[in-house]
């Protein structure tokens, strides 16, 4: 279809490794989120992308957390030297544009465990 | 800040019967939007519905439609009918216009599992 696609589903990693997750949004949508759901737990925001603009890192709780966007397209949340407090499933969603009217679009998530 | 409370963890509630589930949230800004999200087991986060602060008349989507209660700060879900394929996470968001400044950030609720049971 053409939704939000992310990868891996599932992610198993050991403690100290590097990870990297990805995020394919809509096509032709130029903002693109990625949160984080603790279990049991709502969405933490991370990182907004909106065009070629910088993107907003505010929520990202520490420098271990990276993401990169190229263009309108594809996006890349890398976490270093993972934690077990970094399990969690990691969704992206993207929107036609930045707005409360305009809905943004979820992935079905990544769920990382980290042993 | 903005905060958004859901007091209720989990309900349950037989099917074709109506259920509420609530939502408050705390705001100092006069116009905002307010949303309902579902999250089934696949974890596909999905809009059930929005409302705009400015906008006095409920929304409704089919089955299911809010009573937001602006002075009250309170935004809940009415799921009318509720069907087996409703049994889901939900999730209560606010986005404040002020931050459409910055990053269109969704403050959320901690979720309510709701359990439709045949």
């Known amino acids: 279809g053409a939704g939000v696609s992310q990868s891996p589903s599932n992610k198993v990693t050991e403690k100290g490794k590097d990870v990297e997750l990805r995020c394919d949004p809509i096509?032709?949508?130029?903002?693109l989120y990625w949160y984080r759901q603790r279990l049991g737990q709502g969405l933490e925001f991370l990182i907004y992308f909106q065009g070629n603009s910088a993107p907003d890192k505010s929520g990202l709780p520490s420098d271990r957390f990276s993401a990169e966007r190229t263009g309108e397209s594809v996006s890349t949340l890398t976490i270093q030297r993972t934690q077990q407090e970094d399990s969690a499933v990691y969704l992206c969603?993207?929107?036609?544009?930045?707005?409360?009217?305009?809905?943004?679009?979820f992935g079905p998530g990544t769920r990382l465990t980290v042993l | 800040a903005q905060t958004v409370t859901q007091s209720q963890p989990e309900m349950s509630v037989q099917e074709a019967e109506t259920v509420t589930l609530s939502c408050t949230y705390d705001?100092?800004?006069?116009?905002?939007?307010l949303f309902w999200y579902k999250q089934p087991p696949s974890r596909q986060m999905i809009l059930v519905i929005r409302q705009e602060a400015y906008k006095q008349q409920n929304a409704t989507e089919n089955r299911f439609s809010v009573n937001f209660q602006k002075a009250a700060k309170s935004f809940s879900l009415k799921i009318s009918d509720s069907q087996l394929g409703d049994t889901a996470m939900y999730f209560c968001?606010?986005?404040?216009?002020?931050?459409?400044?910055?990053?269109?950030?969704?403050?959320w609720g901690a979720g309510t599992k709701l359990i439709i049971k045949p």
């Open positions: 968001a606010f986005m404040g216009t002020l931050s459409m400044d910055s990053n269109y950030q969704l403050i």
């Open positions: 705001t100092s800004e006069n116009n905002y939007y």
């Open positions: 096509s032709g949508h130029t903002a």
């Open positions: 969603a993207s929107s036609r544009v930045s707005g409360g009217l305009n809905e943004q679009f």
